[in-house]
């Protein structure tokens, strides 16, 4: 079992910048293929970034050159530094959890309450 929880979403205007934090307890934070999602009103949650234990990181082509993520398994802590935010990056950020990784929500069997990213032009 892996609880998760999520900070740092927040409002800023286009070309701004958000670190998204999510915080594990409850199991060997290391062995996880741990991974961002995001689901805005109407749409299906999509895969953000995605890293494995071995620190091999996988980005969906709409945030790659913006997005960064990484983990520090000493502090049990996945990080997702978000920079030339766009309006279109407006959603719901879920952080999951998952001993496979893949950008298929599907495959997560632990996920964060989620912490919001608005996006203004």
């Known amino acids: 079992q892996v609880q998760l929880v999520e900070s740092g979403g927040g409002s800023v205007q286009a070309g701004g910048s958000l670190r998204l934090s999510c915080a594990a307890s409850g199991s060997t934070f290391s062995s996880y293929c741990m991974a961002w999602f995001r689901q805005d009103v109407g749409k299906e949650r999509e895969g953000v970034a995605r890293i494995a234990p071995i620190d091999d990181t996988a980005y969906a082509d709409f945030v790659k050159g913006r997005f960064t993520l990484s983990r520090d398994n000493a502090k049990n802590i996945l990080y997702l530094q978000m920079n030339n935010l766009k309006p279109e990056d407006t959603a719901m950020y879920y952080c999951?959890?998952?001993?496979?990784?893949?950008?298929?929500?599907?495959?997560?069997?632990?996920w964060g309450q989620g912490t919001q990213v608005t996006v203004s032009s």
């Open positions: 999951a959890a998952s001993r496979w990784c893949s950008f298929d929500y599907r495959a997560f069997a632990f």
